[in-house]
């Protein structure tokens, strides 16, 4: 736990250490892009790490956290999850744009920050384990993850903001216009698999079960190693340099 929460805190300085070249997209705060790359790759603490969730994201469930969500998570996060509600405008950093952040992310990871909150980075995102029961955690966990599903919801909007972050790092000389390139059409190919293959972040987030996709693209033929290769290496290089989440 200590050695834990002592990565943490390296980690939050580092963090803080590279804030000067943030470009604050959508929903971001001054360095709030910095703090939220650095939760998502954060040690999910024990009894979260790991666990799945009991509950199936069925109808039943869906309508049950969406009445949750709208009670206890819509003034912060805003009614379609964009982090837009009226009191998480005035928050600093502001409320996740959770609609898409609970696409990428795990069970464990959902249920350790909705229960524990935000109080141990500084950020005002409340601790629902006293509030809510477990199983209406996981309610809410299916609402949240089904709005960013939801017909309207753009995918326009997540290229386009991958396709900006590329063209900061040209701009700013990490890479080159093939890398990026590379990078969107790699991109392009892993949800495409995902959606054809209704692969989704559960037990495992996204980052996790990224190397098996590729494998099995590569396997079919549809990328090349030397095109996965390079995606993961401009990944690293944006995650690194603060330009990615
Ligand atoms: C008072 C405002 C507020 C309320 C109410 C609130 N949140 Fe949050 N929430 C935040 C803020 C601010 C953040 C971003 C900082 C952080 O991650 O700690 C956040 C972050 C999160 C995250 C982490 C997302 C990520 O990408 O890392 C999840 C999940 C989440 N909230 C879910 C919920 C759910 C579900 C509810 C209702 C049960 C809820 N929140 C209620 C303000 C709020």
Same mark, same amino acid.
């Given at each position: 736990?200590?050695?834990?929460?002592?990565?943490?805190?390296?980690?939050?300085?580092?963090?803080?250490?590279?804030?000067?070249?943030?470009?604050?997209?959508? !929903?971001?705060?001054?360095?709030?892009?910095?703090?939220?790359?650095?939760?998502?790759?954060?040690?999910?603490?024990?009894?979260?790490?790991?666990?799945?969730?009991?509950?199936?994201?069925?109808?039943?469930?869906?309508?049950r956290?969406?009445?949750?969500?709208?009670?206890?998570?819509?003034?912060?996060?805003?009614?379609? !999850?964009?982090?837009?509600?009226?009191?998480?405008?005035?928050?600093?950093?502001?409320?996740?744009?959770?609609?898409?952040s609970?696409?990428?992310?795990?069970?464990?990871?959902?249920?350790?920050?909705?229960?524990e909150?935000?109080?141990?980075?500084?950020?005002?995102m409340?601790?629902f384990?006293?509030?809510?029961?477990?199983?209406?955690?996981?309610?809410?966990?299916?609402?949240?993850?089904?709005?960013?599903?939801?017909?309207?919801?753009?995918?326009?909007?997540?290229?386009?903001?991958?396709?900006?972050?590329?063209?900061?790092?040209?701009?700013?000389?990490?890479?080159?216009?093939?890398?990026?390139?590379?990078?969107?059409?790699?991109?392009?190919?892993?949800?495409?698999?995902?959606?054809?293959?209704?692969?989704?972040?559960?037990?495992?987030?996204?980052?996790?079960?990224?190397?098996?996709i590729?494998?099995?693209?590569?396997?079919?033929?549809?990328?090349?190693?030397?095109?996965?290769?390079?995606?993961?290496?401009?990944?690293?290089?944006?995650?690194?340099?603060?330009?990615?989440?």
């Amino acid at each position: 736990m200590k050695k834990m929460l002592v990565l943490i805190f390296i980690m939050l300085l580092t963090a803080c250490s590279s804030t000067s070249r943030e470009s604050g997209h959508m !929903g971001g705060g001054m360095g709030s892009d910095n703090l939220m790359r650095t939760l998502h790759h954060a040690e999910i603490p024990a009894p979260y790490a790991g666990i799945q969730s009991p509950i199936e994201a069925d109808f039943a469930s869906i309508e049950r956290g969406k009445e949750i969500y709208r009670i206890s998570c819509a003034e912060c996060h805003g009614e379609g !999850g964009m982090g837009d509600g009226q009191t998480g405008k005035l928050l600093n950093p502001s409320p996740a744009f959770i609609a898409h952040s609970s696409q990428m992310t795990a069970d464990g990871y959902l249920f350790w920050r909705i229960s524990e909150g935000g109080a141990e980075f500084g950020t005002g995102m409340p601790a629902f384990k006293d509030k809510l029961e477990e199983n209406e955690i996981w309610d809410a966990i299916n609402y949240v993850r089904a709005l960013g599903r939801d017909e309207s919801y753009d995918p326009e909007f997540e290229r386009a903001h991958h396709q900006s972050m590329v063209d900061n790092a040209i701009e700013e000389e990490f890479i080159d216009k093939e890398q990026a390139d590379n990078f969107m059409l790699v991109h392009e190919a892993l949800n495409t698999y995902m959606a054809e293959n209704d692969i989704r972040a559960g037990a495992k987030s996204v980052d996790e079960m990224q190397p098996e996709i590729f494998a099995a693209l590569v396997e079919i033929g549809t990328l090349t190693q030397e095109e996965v290769d390079s995606f993961n290496d401009v990944h690293q290089l944006l995650l690194d340099e603060g330009l990615m989440q």
